[in-house]
């Protein structure tokens, strides 16, 4: 058991582009979830997956932004249209079911910046 | 929905000295409360919980908080600070009853001098 892991840890990309992050989850994790952390914040939440299910969005989850966790394993964040704005720290947590918030385990983010 | 604030945006400690930093949730039943660290480009690490029972948690790296009802506050101790402690520390609590995802507080950054 590795933990959460994150690709890339850094990410530069100029405006207008797309850029897509991955998150494996702790195996046999069923529960993953996507925050986002902007400079002197605490993350805030985006999204959750129980198994391959989207469950819950935020607000802050615009039209550009996509989730997906097809098989239920790893989970990728797509970024359509980046904007100076969404330079932030973007991280994965995942957690067994029947644990929820007392299971969380954090990756080490993916951070991105927006030139 | 329910949030924590964390008055304090930055504390110096001296190594070697106790340390407290605060953590006050907004109105609830009694909430589920955590403190996370989270050492500069790292993710987070989780210190400590409060969910019921003991009003005292204690954690791991030496920390320990307390669950104050009547002051609406889980402050997180420690009686002597190490170096290796500095980092962004964050309180944090379920969005809402029963929310899979958590509301973070602001975060308070520690730094050690010698």
């Known amino acids: 058991d590795t933990g959460v892991s994150q690709d890339p840890r850094h990410k530069i990309t100029k405006r207008g582009q797309n850029v897509t992050f991955r998150c494996d989850p702790i195996?046999?994790?069923?529960?993953l979830y996507w925050y986002r952390q902007t400079l002197g914040q605490g993350p805030e939440f985006l999204t959750y997956?129980?198994?391959?299910?989207?469950?819950?969005k935020s607000r802050l989850l615009s039209d550009r932004f996509s989730a997906e966790r097809p098989k239920g394993s790893f989970s990728t964040l797509e970024i359509q249209r980046t904007e100076q704005g969404d330079s932030a720290m973007y991280l994965c947590?995942?957690?067994?079911?029947?644990?929820?918030?007392?299971?969380?385990?954090f990756g080490s983010g993916t951070r991105l910046t927006v030139v | 929905a329910q949030s924590v604030t964390q008055p304090d945006i930055h504390i110096t400690v001296s190594e070697g000295a106790s340390l407290e930093l605060r953590c006050n949730y907004s109105?609830?039943?009694?909430?589920?409360l955590f403190w996370y660290v989270q050492s500069p480009g790292q993710g987070l690490q989780l210190l400590l919980k409060?969910?019921?029972?003991?009003?005292l948690v204690q954690g791991i790296k030496g920390f320990e908080a307390e669950f104050k009802r009547s002051q609406s506050s889980f402050n997180l101790r420690k009686p002597s600070v190490h170096w290796s402690d500095a980092a962004e520390y964050f309180c944090?609590?379920?969005?809402?009853?029963?929310?899979?995802?958590?509301?973070f507080g602001t975060g308070t950054r520690l730094t050690v001098i010698p």
């Open positions: 944090a609590r379920p969005h809402q009853t029963g929310a899979n995802n958590l509301f």
């Open positions: 109105y609830g039943a009694t909430p589920y």
């Open positions: 195996s046999e994790h069923n529960r």
């Open positions: 409060y969910f019921s029972g003991d009003t």
């Open positions: 997956f129980q198994n391959e299910a989207q469950l819950e």
């Open positions: 947590a995942s957690s067994p079911s029947g644990t929820g918030l007392r299971g969380y385990t």
